[in-house]
């Protein structure tokens, strides 16, 4: 079968300005989380991914429905009858996760089946399980089914192990209609938290402390419908930036919050790029030549975010020195270097840590994405290579970014899509 395929000839410094997409990673969890509301809600900005549409269609599959148009999810739940998320979506994308908790809060019960797939290395579902069941949720198996099932949702003290991003969401919306207050610590503080927050206090929520390590929900009886617009996304920002710098060009990326972005920021600034910030405006211009960064280390917000891991080597490739780089949040998130490699990149790679020797530059080569962000990272290689790359697997792609060849072409760069 003919698969969809990048062709990207490397070389044009890319100049111009990006108005970044809403963000995926609040789009989708705010999607499930519109579930909790008895009347409609209005999305803006909500980016057009086949993410999205995954997340769409679980809604009209438990009877809710879900119009998508021009940006816009518009989301009723009036008709909603089942509480159980078909395994073909569960397969599809592993964010079907984020029902877990809005399913519960709504209907008290919720039938699921394991994520699939191990695009990172293993992805369990014991902590989202966990706290559930500190909730009053009852979970037994049945199969390859998961059944979860409460006499009434109440709240509960909550310490997480690990500031899970899911988890905390998870906990937050099946919150926010359990009796009583439920406190949350060692949470997850990214910006996709405090943006879900905001939706949901604007649905008649009472969430305090979102953005901070202690998350307090006081369980309220109902949630309203409301308009709202979904924040930019900080992980395409960061993929604009690099694919500027990775070119030696000069780009501007608007419509994002540099507060929420900036271990990223402080990274760039350390290979030898220039910033100007103004507003929700960030502008750099490449380093030339660009420099090494000394130890990179990804982190739990506010430090620098694993999703931007790969597209920040496929920069550091050719950065004049030799950059660490070290992911310490998801366990098999280097399948990029070996396509790096092909290109001519220098990296070795040693259990979590990656050392990446720079090159003068990379060439044009065969490529095959493996996972979203790493597509994306070699999408950024391969517009600061020279020559021609064809880069498969474009469907880890579409999952996360909106029109993503026409936003290269839109800089200047030459990025064709092509059934091959
Ligand atoms: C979210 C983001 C993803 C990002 C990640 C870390 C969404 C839709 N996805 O994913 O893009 O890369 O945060 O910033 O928002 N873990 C467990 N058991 C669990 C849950 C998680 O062991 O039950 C582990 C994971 O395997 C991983 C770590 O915790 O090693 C972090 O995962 P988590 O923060 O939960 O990431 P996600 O919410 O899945």
Not at 31 to 53: F, S
Not at 147 to 154: D, K, N, P, S
Not at 279 to 299: F, K, Q, S
Request: hydrophobic share 45%; charged share 15%; glycine share 12%.
């Amino acid at each position: 079968m003919a698969e969809q395929t990048l062709k990207i000839t490397g070389g044009q410094p890319l100049h111009g300005e990006v108005c970044v997409q809403g963000a995926k990673n609040s789009a989708l969890p705010m999607m499930a989380a519109a579930m909790l509301c008895k009347d409609a809600c209005v999305l803006h900005n909500v980016p057009q991914l086949t993410d999205v549409w995954a997340a769409s269609r679980i809604l009209n599959s438990l009877g809710c429905s879900c119009v998508l148009r021009d940006g816009q999810a518009e989301i009723r739940t009036d008709g909603i009858h089942s509480f159980e998320i078909p395994d073909e979506d569960m397969r599809r994308m592993r964010s079907s996760i984020m029902f877990l908790g809005p399913i519960l809060g709504r209907m008290g019960a919720c039938t699921l089946t394991m994520p699939g797939g191990c695009e990172l290395g293993p992805r369990p579902i014991d902590l989202h399980l966990d706290a559930m069941r500190k909730m009053g949720v009852h979970i037994s198996e049945q199969g390859s089914r998961i059944l979860c099932r409460a006499e009434g949702l109440h709240g509960a003290r909550i310490t997480l192990p690990f500031p899970s991003v899911g988890v905390s969401e998870n906990v937050m919306m099946a919150a926010v209609l359990a009796k009583g207050e439920t406190v949350l610590t060692n949470a997850a503080r990214e910006p996709e938290i405090v943006d879900i927050a905001n939706f949901l206090n604007q649905c008649g929520a009472q969430i305090h402390g979102a953005g901070e390590s202690t998350i307090c929900i006081q369980g309220v009886k109902g949630l309203h419908g409301t308009s709202y617009t979904v924040m930019a996304d900080r992980i395409a920002a960061i993929t604009w930036m690099c694919a500027a710098a990775a070119t030696g060009g000069r780009i501007t990326v608007s419509g994002v919050n540099p507060a929420d972005l900036e271990a990223a920021l402080a990274a760039m600034e350390s290979a030898g790029c220039q910033l100007g910030i103004s507003g929700n405006r960030i502008y750099l211009d490449a380093g030339r030549p660009l420099r090494a960064v000394r130890y990179l280390r990804t982190m739990p917000h506010p430090g620098f975010p694993t999703d931007g891991q790969a597209i920040m080597m496929a920069v550091l490739a050719c950065a004049e020195g030799t950059s660490v780089i070290e992911e310490t949040i998801f366990e098999s998130r280097f399948m990029h270097v070996g396509e790096l490699l092909r290109m001519g990149a220098r990296i070795r790679i040693s259990g979590h840590t990656a050392v990446v020797h720079g090159v003068s530059h990379l060439h044009g080569a065969e490529l095959s994405a493996m996972d979203l962000r790493g597509g994306a990272a070699l999408a950024v290689a391969a517009v600061g290579a020279q020559g021609e790359t064809l880069l498969h697997g474009l469907h880890h792609i579409d999952r996360g970014y909106e029109n993503f060849a026409e936003t290269f072409n839109s800089l200047g760069g030459k990025v064709q899509r092509i059934l091959f």
